[in-house]
Structure formats: C-alpha cells, structure tokens
C-alpha cells in the first residue's frame, strides 16, 4: 500500500501560488532543493 503522506516540501509547493494572496506586502515565493528551482511564483512588480 502507498504511503500518502507528503513532505514539508511538497506541501509548500502545493500551497506557494497562494502566497501572495495571503501576503499583503508584494511578495515572491520560490520553493528550491539543493540543485535547482521546484516552483516560483514571481512577485507583482519585483522580479
């Protein structure tokens, strides 16, 4: 049987695109491991 739990990490990719409707302030949120990107969502106006 799989194991559905999922890892802090995974989680946080799941909920990163609603990051800046959470956030008031004008905010990226990124998600990386220790080779490259898994997700980014730019931010408004900074980049």
Same mark, same amino acid.
């Given at each position: 049987?799989?194991?559905?739990?999922? +890892? &802090? &990490?995974?989680?946080?990719?799941?909920?990163?695109?609603?990051?800046?409707?959470?956030?008031?302030?004008? +905010?990226?949120?990124?998600?990386?491991?220790?080779?490259?990107?898994?997700?980014?969502?730019?931010?408004?106006? &900074?980049?």
């Amino acid at each position: 049987m799989k194991d559905n739990k999922l +890892t &802090l &990490l995974e989680c946080f990719i799941k909920v990163a695109f609603y990051i800046n409707t959470l956030i008031t302030k004008d +905010t990226a949120a990124f998600a990386t491991d220790k080779q490259k990107y898994l997700c980014y969502y730019s931010a408004k106006q &900074l980049n």
